[in-house]
């Protein structure tokens, strides 16, 4: 494996995300702190626990969850079709660098942004709410594989999105309607039975819920549950960015 050159592109991809810090970071950051402040303030004052936590603690995982997916897909696939848009990618694809090497670099870059992006927002949230984290080292690896998986989509959106339109559409269409309806802002035990089944088929759900574990040691899903559908995610990001390698998909052309 050619490291040098793996570490140029993920330095630059990461100084690419400095010189655009108010989008990659300063945006996120305040808008999370609005959710903290309206939902955190104004339903705090009403809803006072959920499960006997808190509820303006109850939330800052499943926020968190809703920016770092954002953040992973977003940086991904940006990094990859602005390139390709401009031409630059084809000096990237002359670079002495297999295909495995680009993703490798490319998807790295982005956990790392979104990582840093979450890590901001747990400090931040800190400032307006207090709350203990139970295990923060499963809350961290839980962190990097979500950042890892949402960042490998990302990877696969920037290849396949022939247009701005299509790399919001991931994001705004289903990232974010599946956070909101995956258990951010309440309990999947305050839903009725129905809609409680229905919710299991929200791949998010098992995202936040094992989030929220490594917080409050409370889950929405068994722990054990949680954890295999983030390796079935993860392996599936893999099977595809491998398939990906094989056919040259989108890179040779």
Not at 2 to 21: D, M, P, Q, S
Not at 56 to 79: K, R, W, Y
Request: aromatic letters at 14%.
């Amino acid at each position: 494996m050619n490291l040098k050159a793996v570490k140029a592109l993920y330095f630059n991809e990461l100084k690419r995300a400095k010189r655009t810090i108010g989008q990659t970071v300063l945006s996120p950051v305040i808008s999370t702190s609005l959710y903290f402040v309206i939902f955190g303030s104004a339903l705090g004052a009403r809803i006072q626990e959920v499960e006997g936590i808190s509820y303006a603690s109850f939330i800052v995982p499943g926020l968190m969850m809703l920016t770092v997916l954002n953040q992973s897909v977003t940086g991904a696939s940006f990094s990859l079709y602005l390139p390709r848009l401009t031409g630059a990618i084809y000096e990237v694809l002359c670079a002495p660098l297999s295909y495995f090497e680009i993703a490798l670099a490319y998807i790295a870059a982005a956990t790392t942004r979104a990582m840093v992006v979450g890590l901001i927002i747990l400090g931040t949230s800190r400032l307006f709410i207090p709350f203990d984290i139970a295990h923060p080292s499963i809350m961290l690896l839980l962190l990097l594989l979500t950042c890892v998986t949402f960042s490998m989509l990302g990877f696969i959106i920037g290849l396949w999105a022939d247009s701005f339109e299509k790399i919001e559409i991931v994001p705004r269409l289903i990232i974010t309607p599946l956070s909101f309806l995956g258990g951010s802002f309440y309990s999947i035990d305050m839903l009725s039975p129905l809609w409680q089944k229905i919710s299991m088929f929200n791949p998010v759900v098992y995202l936040i819920s094992a989030f929220r574990w490594s917080f409050f040691e409370h889950a929405d899903v068994p722990l054990a549950t949680s954890l295999i559908a983030i390796s079935v995610f993860l392996l599936f990001g893999m099977v595809i960015i491998r398939w990906i390698f094989t056919t040259g998909y989108r890179l040779k052309s």
